[in-house]
């Protein structure tokens, strides 16, 4: 089952403890439900994992523990997903959010990306690239939650059936 598989790959309850940027938790950290690995929760711990990790803002870890506990996902899951974006990936999926949001406002100039232009256009870069960054967080987060939940359920049957 992918419970199974899913306990070997994730972080343990006492490895996300440890982090010292969520010692702010305190006792929530204890939930039986944000270690919970039902489907469900599951899940939802895709969408929000996948989500934060679009946002373009410091401390991601931070908030998406605070809405794994509000929303009783997968802590772990929604955890490990933050490290999609990384140093590698980041440029990237910054300049796609970025050419979203400007697309979706019509930016009638384009904007060079040279550090005097991006300091001159600073305002307009941070909407273009917010505004961009929900709109494919929640694309892709959607996109990732069916593919999981797909996957899920094709696993399971293929196991009952053997």
């Known amino acids: ?33 944000i270690w919970s690995l039902h489907r469900k929760r599951v899940l939802g711990a895709v969408f929000l994992g996948v989500f934060v990790s679009c946002l373009p803002i410091p401390l991601q870890m931070v908030l998406v523990t605070f809405l794994a506990i509000i929303f009783n996902v997968n802590l772990p899951i929604s955890f490990a997903l933050l490290f999609i974006n990384n140093p590698i990936t980041i440029p990237f999926i910054f300049y796609i959010e970025y050419e979203i949001g400007a697309y979706i406002l019509n930016a009638s100039n384009s904007i060079t990306f040279d550090l005097d232009s ?45």
Do not use: C
């Not at 089952?1 to 982090?19: R, T």
């Not at 505004?131 to 939940?149: E, K, P, R, Y």
């Open 118 to 162: 991006m300091y001159e256009n600073l305002g307009d870069i941070a909407i273009y690239l917010y505004l961009g960054s929900i709109i494919l967080g929640l694309v892709l987060a959607s996109i990732s939650t069916v593919i999981t939940n797909i996957s899920w359920i094709y696993y399971v049957r293929k196991k009952r059936k053997s």
């Open 1 to 33: 089952m992918p419970k199974k598989i899913l306990q070997k790959i994730l972080p343990s309850h006492k490895k996300i403890k440890e982090q010292k940027y969520l010692k702010i938790f305190g006792q929530a950290l204890y939930k039986r439900e």
